[in-house]
């Protein structure tokens, strides 16, 4: 048996293509101002619970990270503190905020920041509720709309 080679050569006409990348003037540029101050709070924002999450690993009371004293003074508040958050103290106010803000972005199931897991629970559980109220909520529409339409239809 033969084995016959045919080869076949087909001529693909090259296509230039026509669409030329245009560039969009950015509706954006408006709020660029507003944009780089949202953007400096955002690194602060960022700053701070990398501190957070050195502070409450660090055990060196002289230590050179920057903020990391600070962060450590308002955990020694927070201990201590008999007002607390929901009596209104604002140092605590602002602890609880940081812990809300790390918990949100932390994926360690070991974390070492005091009260992450707690906060993690916490805001899952609020999740939850809320995921359960909008569906609630969407479930009451639908009947509604639904015996409208039934409604109009009779
Ligand atoms: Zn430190
Ligand atoms: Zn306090
Ligand atoms: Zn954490």
């Known amino acids: 048996m033969k084995l016959s080679n045919s080869c076949y050569q087909n001529d ?10 245009t560039n ?18 955002v690194v602060q924002r960022r700053q701070m619970l990398d501190v ?7 055990g060196s009371p002289l230590c050179q990270y920057p903020g ?13 503190c008999k007002i607390r958050a929901s ?8 602890m609880w ?3 809300q803000l790390h918990a949100r972005s932390c994926e360690e199931s070991q974390c070492y920041v005091p009260r992450c897991r707690d906060m993690k629970e916490l805001l899952w ?10 569906r609630a909520a969407v479930i009451k529409m639908m009947r509604q709309r639904a015996a409208e339409i039934a409604g109009n239809s009779g």
Not at 52 to 58: D, G, K, P, T, W
């Open 87 to 94: 009596g209104g103290c604002d140092l605590c106010k602002k």
């Open 125 to 134: 559980r609020l999740q939850q509720q809320s995921y359960s109220r909008r």
């Open 68 to 80: 990391c004293r600070k962060v450590k003074g308002l955990f020694r508040h927070a201990r201590s």
């Open 12 to 21: 693909v006409g090259m296509e230039d293509d026509p669409h030329k990348l």
């Open 52 to 58: 957070l999450v050195h502070a409450s690993r660090c």
């Open 97 to 99: 905020y940081l812990h």
């Open 24 to 41: 969009h003037p950015s509706v954006a540029d408006r709020h660029a101002q507003n944009k780089e101050a949202r953007q400096s709070r």
